[in-house]
């Protein structure tokens, strides 16, 4: 790639300011969407993280989330009391606790992920199913770099 600093600059700066529309903009949605449900749009999230994630813990869901552990046990107290996650004991370690999903959890986050989706839907009619792969395998790429980025500065800080 050749690109010099000036050009480079700007592109990172006008992906930062889409990605930054993009966030607000599905921010907006889930807060819509979630006016009728039993969940707030921070829940959903978490409930999503542990949903997609074998032996979850309370410190991955903060690193992940990028959230104090304190909001975190808040967020699954709450959620456990509404018998959405459950707590399991490592049978090892019981220093260790896993989270996962109920019954009722998982169908909250199914019933959430098809609200969005059919939110999502008119995306599908602007853009060609090559385009949409396109876009998933840069956004993909960028996703790794900025994980990467955000390791470097954690390890950094240390």
Same mark, same amino acid.
Request: hydrophobic letters at 35%; glycine letters at 2%; a positive charge.
């Given at each position: 790639m050749n690109m010099d600093r000036k050009q480079l600059e700007q592109h990172i700066d006008m992906y930062t300011?889409?990605?930054?529309s993009i966030s607000i903009s599905m921010q907006s949605i889930q807060k819509?969407? $979630?006016?009728?449900s039993s969940v707030t749009p921070d829940q959903f999230n978490l409930l999503n993280v542990i949903n997609t994630t074998e032996n979850?813990?309370?410190?991955? *869901? /903060? +690193? /992940?989330l990028n &959230?104090? +552990? $304190?909001?975190?046990?808040? !967020?699954v107290n709450r959620l456990t009391d509404k018998g959405l996650i459950k707590r399991k004991y490592n049978e090892e370690d019981k220093?260790?606790?896993w989270l996962e999903?109920?019954?009722?959890?998982?169908? !909250?986050? &199914?019933e959430?992920?098809?609200k969005i989706l059919a939110a999502l839907m008119p995306i599908g009619n602007k853009l060609t199913?090559?385009? *949409?792969?396109?876009?998933n395998q840069y956004l993909s790429v960028i996703d790794a770099q900025l994980n990467n980025i955000k390791k470097d500065l954690f390890n950094n800080e240390i």
């Amino acid at each position: 790639m050749n690109m010099d600093r000036k050009q480079l600059e700007q592109h990172i700066d006008m992906y930062t300011q889409r990605a930054i529309s993009i966030s607000i903009s599905m921010q907006s949605i889930q807060k819509d969407i $979630s006016k009728s449900s039993s969940v707030t749009p921070d829940q959903f999230n978490l409930l999503n993280v542990i949903n997609t994630t074998e032996n979850c813990t309370s410190s991955f *869901l /903060a +690193k /992940a989330l990028n &959230v104090k +552990k $304190s909001s975190i046990t808040a !967020i699954v107290n709450r959620l456990t009391d509404k018998g959405l996650i459950k707590r399991k004991y490592n049978e090892e370690d019981k220093r260790v606790v896993w989270l996962e999903l109920t019954k009722e959890g998982q169908h !909250i986050v &199914v019933e959430e992920r098809q609200k969005i989706l059919a939110a999502l839907m008119p995306i599908g009619n602007k853009l060609t199913l090559k385009e *949409l792969e396109e876009l998933n395998q840069y956004l993909s790429v960028i996703d790794a770099q900025l994980n990467n980025i955000k390791k470097d500065l954690f390890n950094n800080e240390i």
